[in-house]
């Protein structure tokens, strides 16, 4: 929504168009938060449990992950409109609330288990009490989102994804065995069993997740809104060049970051907790707690540090895709450029998501079980939500003269009929 005399914003603070900072954008800040603390516990088993074996997964997904997230941010610039506000308008609302409803619940859970996992890995490095530092992240992640300036707010974001080349480092403080690994990406073995099944499932879903879909849509239209002159590209179409471009380099990085950061943890904990015998992983800082004695403390402190570091930029994505999705089927102004008092239910929703994940770790939930859920959830709620937007991104009533092309169409199919065998997989193998 754009700013309003009724509904002032925070006072924009734009990089300039020549800048790396403008480049990289919604794409890299998507891209980075998809690595966190919970998915670094999927990545940090499949290495654990079978080697380098799962590692084609994040080639396979690579092209597909990025092709989605390009379309659900294309939806957003050409619209000004964010995912959930241009799916209430084009599909059945009970549906909508229904997908919503499921991706809301599945991040709440997520959020949670990431602020277990960063709780126990802060007292891993310095000790203390793990229940006070979730507490501490919670409340840290609420303030910025509530009171700093959007702007201001998505340079913090891009520093923070600069936590995720500790998992990079990594690779440079153990024994890879490149040859090995090479040769399982290229010619994979892949093993016929359930529990092989069900970790390639799990790692589908920490790779494509319905809320970088809301996200990246959102951020996209916070980005028009605080730029001077920007408007939908249906409204200014020679904007467009530019921003297309933009939008497809920036997404490409971030989802090739994404990717590559998941198969830098995984080599790694092949490297070491695969190779020494130890195959069971359930947590983020287990499986650092579990390289100390095995890679040295350094290799340690990387892991246990990017935990702490991908984790502040995760929690921001749960919270914030959530309050986009209820907000805009909602009717509310909506938008992290939204002053508080201009946007209580926005950042209501925000408020509540995090208490309640923050809840989770004092109320005995089974973080692993609540993990599992989500990966059941989002794998539900995913391939409907792919297939319904490719249709609104290839519909020219929506996007006008900008509808996707006939390749991003394809790949966009592909990736939902990938997610849809997923989910298929996923049941069979539960039952």
């Known amino acids: ?5 009724e509904e002032p914003v925070k006072e924009p603070v734009k990089a300039p168009k020549t800048s790396l900072a403008w480049i990289i954008g919604p794409g890299l800040i ?21 080697g380098n074996t799962t590692a084609w997964a994040l080639i396979v997904t690579y092209p597909l992950m990025a092709g989605i997230q390009e379309i659900c941010a294309l939806i957003g610039r050409v619209t000004g409109r964010g995912l959930a506000g241009n799916l209430i308008r084009r599909q059945p609302r009970f549906l909508v609330n229904l997908l919503i409803a499921l991706m809301v619940f599945a991040n709440v859970c997520n959020l949670g288990a990431d602020l277990g996992a960063m709780g126990a890995a802060l007292r891993l490095l310095i000790g203390g009490p793990s229940g006070f530092y979730v507490i501490a992240f919670a409340v840290v992640s609420v303030l910025l989102e509530i009171f700093l300036r959007y702007a201001h707010y998505a340079n913090v974001l891009k520093w923070l994804s600069l936590s995720l080349l500790a998992y990079a480092a990594s690779l440079f403080v153990v024994h890879v065995p490149w040859q090995s690994v090479a040769r399982a990406i290229v010619w994979p073995t892949i093993e016929p069993s359930g529990d092989y099944a069900e970790m390639i499932v799990a790692v589908l879903g920490t790779t494509i997740s319905p809320y970088l879909f809301f996200w990246q849509a959102g951020l996209e239209v916070e980005e028009q809104q605080g730029e001077p002159g920007a ?12 921003e297309m471009r933009r939008i497809r380099w920036d997404t490409i990085a971030g989802m090739g970051l994404s990717n590559v950061i998941g198969l830098c943890i995984m080599i790694t904990t092949a490297a070491t907790l695969n190779a020494h015998g130890v195959k069971d ?14 890679a040295g403390r350094f290799a340690f402190l990387l892991f246990a540090g990017g935990i702490v570091g991908t984790g502040l930029l995760a929690l921001p994505t749960f919270a914030g895709s959530a309050a986009y999705a209820i907000g805009e089927v909602a009717r509310w102004p909506v938008g992290l450029d939204r002053r508080p008092g201009h946007a209580k239910a926005f950042y209501g929703v925000i408020v509540v998501a995090t208490i309640a994940g923050t809840a989770m770790n004092f109320m005995g939930v089974d973080p692993i079980k609540a993990l599992i859920w989500t990966a059941v959830l989002n794998g539900v709620a995913a391939a409907p939500i792919m297939a319904m937007v490719v249709r609104m991104a290839s519909d020219r009533r929506v996007m006008g003269e900008f509808s ?3 390749g991003l169409a394809i790949n966009g199919w592909i990736g939902t009929a990938f997610m849809t065998a997923a989910v298929v997989v996923m049941f069979v193998t539960m039952v």
């Open 231 to 242: 408007e939908p590209l249906r409204v200014a179409p020679h904007q467009a060049p530019a």
């Open 30 to 50: 998507t891209g980075a938060a998809d690595d966190d603390p919970s998915g670094i516990a999927t990545y940090s088993q499949a290495g654990a449990q079978f």
């Open 1 to 5: 929504m754009s700013a309003t005399t």
């Open 404 to 406: 996707i092309t006939r």
């Open 281 to 294: 992983i359930q947590t983020a800082s287990q499986a650092a707690e579990a390289l100390k004695p095995i």
